[in-house]
Structures are given as C-alpha cells and as structure tokens.
C-alpha cells in the first residue's frame, strides 16, 4: 500500500483546501481555493500513477481529452484568457497537473518568465545549459 496524499482524496482536499469540480472513474478535478491563483485547480488520475512518465491504460487513453475539456472548462468559468498547464512532479508523488487560469495582468508568465532569476549551473543531464539543445534534440529526434 503506497502512503500518497492524493490517494486519500479526502485528506488531500482538507491538505489543499479543494472542492471537487468534476470526477468520474478514472479522473478527479478539484479546484485550490487558497493561493494567488483564482481558479487554480488540480487535475489527477483516481489510480495511484506516480509520474507522468508512468501513465498507462485507460488514464494513458484518455488523458488528452480530458485535459482538453477541463482546461476549456476552467478558462470559461475563470473568464481567463487560457489555462495554464503545469507537470513538476517534485512534491507529491503521485501525477497530477495543476491548471492556472491565466488573465492578463495576473502575475503568471509563460516562456521564460517561468524560470527563476538564477540560471542553473548544470542542465538536466549534468551538461552545461548552453549547447545541450543539439543532444537533446538528437536524443528527440530518435523518439520520432
Ligand atoms: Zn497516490
């Protein structure tokens, strides 16, 4: 039995001060009513699926539309321009996504304004930052 917050829905929504949007079985969205973010929400398999890497069967199938309809969904009932969509995977080990509603003037930025201030002094793969594209793209370009 995995000890994971998120398979406790109850106790998670009490953790996150969430209520349920929507949920059927095999998803459950769940709006964070505490932050800076008006709308932001949590998107996450019922099943204990611990990354994103991970996901597989029918959550595997059915991940693309859903998060397709909840985005929309959030950005209607926000009155957003879009909803953003973010994977990190760091905290809780179970995969979820978190959506922000994005509105102009808010203090979400997409592209670089995602990053800190600090540049990181290795990349992902030990490798400087500069001149890591052409491997990374290499290494992609054989997934294809
Ligand atoms: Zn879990």
């Given at each position: 039995?995995?000890?994971?917050?998120?398979?406790?829905?109850?106790?998670?929504?009490?953790?996150?001060?969430?209520?349920?949007?929507?949920?059927?079985?095999?998803?459950?969205?769940?709006?964070?009513?505490?932050?800076?973010?008006?709308?932001?929400?949590?998107?996450?398999?019922?099943?204990?699926?611990?990354?994103?890497?991970?996901?597989?069967?029918?959550?595997?199938?059915?991940?693309?539309?859903?998060?397709?309809?909840?985005?929309?969904?959030?950005?209607?009932?926000?009155?957003?321009?879009?909803?953003?969509?973010?994977?990190?995977?760091?905290?809780?080990?179970?995969?979820?996504?978190?959506?922000?509603?994005?509105?102009?003037?808010d203090a979400l930025r997409?592209?670089?304004?995602?990053?800190g201030s600090q540049r990181?002094?290795?990349?992902?793969?030990?490798?400087?930052?500069?001149?890591?594209?052409s491997a990374g793209r290499?290494?992609?370009?054989?997934?294809?």
């Open positions: 039995m995995v000890d994971c917050l998120l398979c406790h829905p109850a106790a998670a929504d009490a953790a996150f001060d969430r209520v349920r949007l929507w949920e059927d079985d095999l998803w459950r969205l769940s709006a964070v009513l505490r932050g800076p973010i008006p709308g932001f929400a949590h998107l996450e398999p019922l099943r204990h699926i611990p990354f994103v890497t991970d996901l597989d069967g029918a959550e595997a199938a059915t991940f693309g539309p859903v998060l397709a309809r909840v985005t929309d969904a959030l950005r209607v009932a926000a009155d957003a321009e879009r909803t953003y969509v973010y994977v990190f995977g760091d905290h809780v080990p179970h995969f979820h996504v978190n959506l922000a509603p994005h509105r102009a003037g997409g592209g670089p304004g995602l990053l990181p002094r290795r990349g992902p793969h030990g490798s400087s930052g500069r001149g890591s594209g290499t290494r992609l370009t054989r997934l294809a």
